[in-house]
T-cell receptor, first 112, second 115 residues
């Protein structure tokens, strides 16, 4: 089975902190994604990566950056956390552009 | 950007009955893929069913089936013989076969199963 693992299920951080959310997949997938999930808004794409060191902005990249140094790992970075970044963050990966996405278990981030 | 609309924020169904969740999408493309995902309270999103736009036949997976109407840009999910474990948030998603790599998700439908 494909496994997508996010480093934390729950995180509490202070305003202004630099926050790292890590995601690892074990199936050699080219594509990896970071989504933000908020009630009533569905899933909104922050960034995606279609190969190592390649990244593209999604719909809401402001305040975020990403890193993909190895194929299996895709990190989301909140440069200076703010309270409006309190949300559920979902990582996903897919094998190729036509394939379905496999998701991690999500990280509930609270910024205080 | 493509848009995916789920017009039913909440639905409920009696156990063992059938329920249909609606999804419409807006695209000018002819080649794409559609998905239904389930997110139970445990939060892990799992794939329920997928449909390739070039296939006329509706996809089925056990108790789950879709009604894919390409001209109407409609992609509904039917759950037959509903079970308590079907209670979850359901998301419809679109992925282009040609442009970009991202998925476009609807806002979700929360399904309650009444015992």
């Amino acid at each position: 089975d494909v496994k997508v693992t996010q480093s934390s299920r729950y995180l509490v951080k202070r305003t202004g902190e630099k926050v790292f959310l890590e995601c690892v997949q074990d199936m050699d997938h080219e594509n990896m994604f970071w989504y933000r999930q908020d009630p009533g808004l569905g899933l909104r794409l922050i960034y995606f990566s279609y190969d190592v060191k390649m990244k593209e902005k999604g719909d809401i990249p402001e305040g975020y950056s990403v890193s993909r140094e190895k194929k299996e790992r895709f990190s989301l970075i909140l440069e200076s956390a703010s309270t409006n970044q309190t949300s559920m963050y979902l990582c996903a990966s897919s094998l190729y552009r036509y394939a379905e996405a496999f998701f991690g278990q999500g990280t509930r981030l609270t910024v205080v | 950007a493509q848009t995916v609309t789920q017009s039913q924020p909440e639905m409920s169904v009696q156990e063992a009955e059938t329920v249909t969740l609606s999804c419409t999408y807006d695209t000018s493309e002819s080649d794409y893929y559609l998905f239904w995902y389930k997110q139970p309270p445990s939060r892990q999103m799992i794939l329920v069913i997928r449909q390739e736009a070039y296939k006329q036949q509706n996809a089925t997976e056990n108790r789950f089936s879709v009604n894919f109407q390409k001209a109407a840009k409609s992609f509904s999910l039917k759950i037959s013989d509903s079970q308590l474990g079907d209670a979850a948030m359901y998301f419809c998603a679109y992925r282009s076969a040609n442009t970009g790599n991202q998925f476009y998700f609807g806002t979700g439908t929360s399904l309650t199963v009444i015992p």
